[in-house]
């Protein structure tokens, strides 16, 4: 296998990575040994080629996003427990949109999912971000309280989203960052103003 990727960020016990082609079966593997976000999200364990799909998937061509950041999270012993994947100026410049972060169930309650999201909180700083953005299914109630503690609000909601076999409620939710306001992101995004039915 050729040499790792650079990491991209990290914390004390934990790494980011990008992930090539070739990491997919590890990404599938973790994915088969930790279904519950499948189960919570989808009704449904992870297909067998859910990696692979993630993997290639790409945000809404109108949307003009930037780079999208797919990245494996790696411990002190190279396993991979987690995934991050992050969008730059999805929709509009300075808003980072996270996409997917998922930590193996034996690290929840451990403060990793805590830290890796600081850690990528501050590495979305240091690239310019002035707005995070993510959705979470509603009714997902883990999630959706783990990112109310991080700061994030929601903005709007959009009802009927094939998340992968399951028709979700999705809170869009965002964060404002040193030099942006929610009245600011709201200006940029019209697609995510309460009300709006644009897709």
């Known amino acids: 296998m050729a040499a790792h990727t650079a990491t991209v960020f990290a914390t004390d016990r934990y790494r980011a990575r990008e992930l090539r082609e070739d990491d997919v079966p590890l990404l599938q ?20 080629d859910e990696a692979f799909v ?19 999270l790696f411990d002190a012993d190279d396993t991979l427990v987690g995934v991050c994947v992050v969008v730059e100026n999805l929709g509009a410049p300075r808003v980072w949109h996270l996409a ?19 850690a990528m909180e501050a590495w979305a700083r240091r690239g310019g971000a002035q707005w995070l953005r993510l959705g979470v299914v509603q009714g997902n109630a883990r999630a959706e309280r783990f990112w109310e503690r991080q700061g994030f609000l929601q903005v709007r909601t959009r009802e009927g989203m094939d998340t992968g076999g399951r028709l979700n409620t999705i809170r869009v939710m965002a964060k404002p960052l040193e030099g942006g306001t929610l009245a600011g ?8 103003q309460p009300g709006s039915t644009l897709p």
Do not use: C, I
């Not at 593997?29 to 067998?48: D, F, I, K, Q, T």
């Not at 992101?185 to 995510?192: G, N, Q, S, T, V």
């Open 100 to 118: 997917w972060l998922l930590v193996a169930t034996a690290l929840h309650g451990s403060g990793a999912a805590q830290a890796v999201y600081d």
């Open 29 to 48: 593997a973790l994915l088969e040994a930790n279904p519950e976000y499948s189960l919570a999200v989808n009704g449904r364990r992870p297909h067998p």
């Open 185 to 192: 992101y709201l200006a940029l995004m019209p697609r995510d």
């Open 54 to 72: 993630e993997f290639v998937e790409q945000p809404p061509a109108h949307l003009q996003p930037g780079r999208r950041w797919f990245m494996g």
